[in-house]
């Protein structure tokens, strides 16, 4: 990855591969579609424990970059999703600036020709920080507004301390509870590819289940980078 990036560029699928001994995960005829039959690209996201949420959101901007409707009710989303901020008790003064700056980055999609832009602009520090705090505020407030649900799902005694400590602060890394509030809050279906756990088979992880995912991550060693499927024959 580029010293510096937050997000790298695109790069060829075959650059995850170990250059000795490659994993039969990787090989193309293991017994399981591998990602070289899957994946054409992989762009990596910087491992500082928000890498999640930073992946998810340029993954789906990227994703719908030249659909100027998709971009728009996005950024009707993240206006509306103030109220649901607000209804968990998160004070609005603590997250508008934050949800202005993903508004900015959706404007600025609509507004800009090249998928370069989004590249500079989830590249800026400042920026790129402040569309993640929101993305985990607006994870905590969805867990929260549903914890009947979620609390049978968190490892802690109290579900807003949980969110308080593990959802909301910046460098903590997601667990499956978050990414699935994240996914329900924004109604966008991701794919992870996980090369994590026994075996030589890679798992495939689709969120919510049954949804046709416009996100693709790979997930490995409690880190999360950019896929992009190859065109279906």
């Not at 591998?34 to 992946?55: E, I, T, W």
């Not at 969110?163 to 910046?170: G, K, L, P, S, T």
């Not at 903590?172 to 075996?199: F, K, N």
Request: some cysteine.
């Amino acid at each position: 990855m580029e010293a510096g990036y937050l997000v790298s560029w695109r790069e060829d699928i075959s650059s995850l591969f170990p250059t000795e001994r490659p994993s039969s995960k990787h090989k193309v005829g293991s017994g399981h579609p591998d990602l070289n039959c899957q994946f054409s690209a992989v762009r990596n996201v910087r491992g500082d424990g928000n890498c999640f949420y930073r992946a998810f959101c340029f993954a789906y901007l990227e994703s719908v970059f030249h659909d100027p409707r998709a971009l728009q009710s996005f950024k009707e989303k993240i206006i509306q999703s103030g109220k649901v901020l607000v209804s968990a008790g998160i004070d609005e003064s603590s997250f508008c600036h934050h949800q202005k700056t993903v508004v900015n980055v959706v404007e600025q999609c609509l507004a800009a020709e090249q998928e370069h832009s989004l590249l500079r602009l989830l590249n800026e520090q400042k920026v790129s920080d402040g569309v993640v705090q929101y993305l985990r505020l607006l994870t905590s407030a969805h867990l929260q507004k549903h914890a009947d649900f979620f609390c049978h799902f968190v490892e802690a005694a109290d579900l807003r301390d949980y969110c308080h400590q593990e959802v909301e602060a910046m460098a903590m890394e997601c667990d499956h509870v978050d990414i699935l509030a994240l996914t329900q809050a924004l109604d966008i279906g991701i794919h992870i590819v996980s090369m994590e756990g026994d075996g030589q088979r890679l798992a495939h992880h689709v969120i919510p289940e049954g949804a046709e995912p416009a996100v693709h991550l790979l997930y490995q060693t409690s880190h999360y980078n950019i896929l992009y499927p190859r065109p279906r024959q």
